[in-house]
T-cell receptor, first 114, second 113 residues
Framework: NAGVTQTPKFRVLKTGQSMTLLCAQDMNHEYMYWYRQDPGMGLRLIHYSVGEGTTAKGEVPDGYNVSRLKKQNFLLGLESAAPSQTSVYFC?????????????FGEGSWLTVV | AQSVTQLDSQVPVFEEAPVELRCNYSSSVSVYLFWYVQYPNQGLQLLLKYLSGSTLVESINGFEAEFNKSQTSFHLRKPSVHISDTAEYFCAVSEYGYNKLIFGAGTRLAVHP
């Protein structure tokens, strides 16, 4: 079972460079999310999507853009990377809005901005 | 606004000892509560969740958590830990009608032989 797959797993960027993280899920989930994880801060929601063609801002959206052109894919873009964006990024997905739906996570993408 | 506080950033414990990881939340409405576990270099996995009904919920690997509405807590416990339980544990809350999880900062459980 593939579940939620993120690529790339590791990346080093120079300040000012751009990149895109790709998330794919094979569970036919409506909802998809991007979180970042930083030491001592848990996971913080960057952006999320409630369906194909829709996106919304989470807790920490600045410096990121997202797109959901296909139901199974959710892309996270950094237009001009900054050292503050060094983090571990997790994509996640879940079924439509229901009581306590389980959210499934990918294995993470480690991004370092130098 | 909802928030989650995990009271201990690190919990060292010896193998076969009991453990409690504490979690408090704040919300003005009813919530769902979750515990996720993250093993080294992996993503998060759901450990257990409280939706409604019995306030005591259990996982398949011996953990349990009790929802205490009056104290707004959802502490995680295990009567006897194993080395393999070493991981980071995250408490999370979701308000009724929403599917966004708000996470605590995490508690790193280190089980020593």
């Amino acid at each position: 079972n593939a579940g939620v797959t993120q690529t790339p797993k590791f990346r080093v960027l120079k300040t000012g460079q751009s990149m895109t993280l790709l998330c794919a899920q094979d569970m036919n989930h409506e909802y998809m999310y991007w979180y970042r994880q930083d030491p001592g801060m848990g996971l913080r929601l960057i952006h999320y999507s409630v369906g194909e063609g829709t996106t919304a801002k989470g807790e920490v959206p600045d410096g990121y853009n997202v797109s959901r052109l296909k139901k199974q894919n959710f892309l996270l873009g950094l237009e001009s990377a900054a050292p503050s964006q060094t983090s571990v990024y997790f994509c996640a997905s879940s079924y439509t809005q229901r009581r306590g739906n389980t959210i499934y996570f990918g294995e993470g993408s480690w991004l370092t901005v130098v | 606004a909802q928030s989650v506080t995990q009271l201990d950033s690190q919990v060292p414990v010896f193998e076969e000892a009991p453990v409690e990881l504490r979690c408090n939340y704040s919300s003005s409405v009813s919530v769902y509560l979750f515990w996720y576990v993250q093993y080294p270099n992996q993503g998060l996995q759901l450990l257990l969740k409280y939706l409604s009904g019995s306030t005591l919920v259990e996982s398949i690997n011996g953990f349990e958590a009790e929802f205490n509405k009056s104290q707004t807590s959802f502490h995680l416990r295990k009567p006897s830990v194993h080395i393999s339980d070493t991981a980071e544990y995250f408490c999370a809350v979701s308000e009724y009608g929403y599917n966004k999880l708000i996470f605590g900062a995490g508690t790193r459980l280190a089980v020593h032989p």
